[in-house]
Nanobody, 119 residues
Framework: QVQLAEAGGGLVQAGESLRLACAAS????????MAWYRQAPGKEREFVGV???????NYADSVKGRFTISRDDPLNRIYLQMNNLKPEDTGVYYC?????????????WGKGTLVTVSS
């Protein structure tokens, strides 16, 4: 069973940056996609961004230009660099792995890390 563990969440002020990391217990290269999702209080989980095994990235419109996903295959990690954070970015951020970036295509999920952005 693949395990994913997120780290790097915390409390920041609007305009600041955070870098989240997701560590996998196995090689991430075998997954077609590694994705980030988030869930704000009282809201459904939503797509943030994805990186494929080939390095292609795709982002939700709400984070384009501010968030960047990268991967380090030897370390079995992916990262989410979040710049110019806004209060609406607050939520629990989850890392996931699978064959695509829809929730049904992601077979493995971490437990999440909380990001709180104050205004």
């Amino acid at each position: 069973q693949v395990q994913l563990a997120e780290a790097g969440g915390g409390l920041v002020q609007a305009g600041e940056s955070l870098r989240l990391a997701c560590a996998a217990s196995e090689s991430i290269f075998k997954f077609g996609s590694m994705a980030w999702y988030r869930q704000a209080p009282g809201k459904e989980r939503e797509f943030v961004g994805v990186i494929t095994s080939g390095g292609t990235t795709n982002y939700a419109d709400s984070v384009k230009g501010r968030f960047t996903i990268s991967r380090d295959d030897p370390l079995n990690r992916i990262y989410l660099q979040m710049n110019n954070l806004k209060p609406e970015d607050t939520g629990v951020y989850y890392c996931a792995a699978g064959t695509g970036w829809g929730m049904r295509e992601l077979d493995y999920w971490g437990k999440g890390t909380l990001v709180t952005v104050s205004s």
